[in-house]
């Protein structure tokens, strides 16, 4: 049974930045691609960005709205991603969830319901 756990969420202020961090356990997850969610309230569930690992190395993908600003990372090692968030903007604010699937990077905005995911972390970006 794979479990993912987020933490390092909370609050900031505009400008400010936050880390996230995802930790699996039940299974090594290096041949999986990982990634992050987020759902502000009242709003659908929003691609972040995604990080798959290979012999030539990591491949990311990254929505447009984040771009620049936030960067995924992964150690394989110990089994986490990271999401690494710069330049917060109220609009952030959401709830941010880990999951886990063997798709693509570049498919992995079209997780739905498949694959593995955390509990979910809150990011709130005040003004």
């Known amino acids: 049974q794979v479990q993912l756990v987020e933490s390092g969420g909370g609050l900031v202020q505009a400008g400010g930045s936050l880390r996230l961090s995802c930790a699996a356990s039940g299974r090594t997850l290096s041949a999986y691609t990982m990634g992050w969610f987020r759902q502000a309230p009242g709003k659908e569930r929003e691609f972040v960005g995604a990080?798959?690992?290979?012999?030539?190395?990591?491949?990311?993908n990254y929505a447009d709205s984040i771009k620049g600003r936030f960067t995924i990372s992964r150690d394989n090692a110990k089994n986490t991603v990271y999401l690494q968030m710069n330049s917060l903007k109220p609009e952030d604010t959401a709830v941010y969830y880990c999951?886990?699937?063997?798709?693509?990077?570049?498919?992995?905005?079209?997780?739905?319901?498949?694959?593995?995911w955390g509990q979910g972390t809150q990011v709130t970006v005040s003004s």
């Open positions: 990080i798959s690992w290979s012999w030539t190395g990591a491949s990311t």
């Open positions: 999951a886990a699937d063997i798709r693509s990077v570049y498919d992995f905005p079209t997780l739905g319901r498949s694959g593995y």
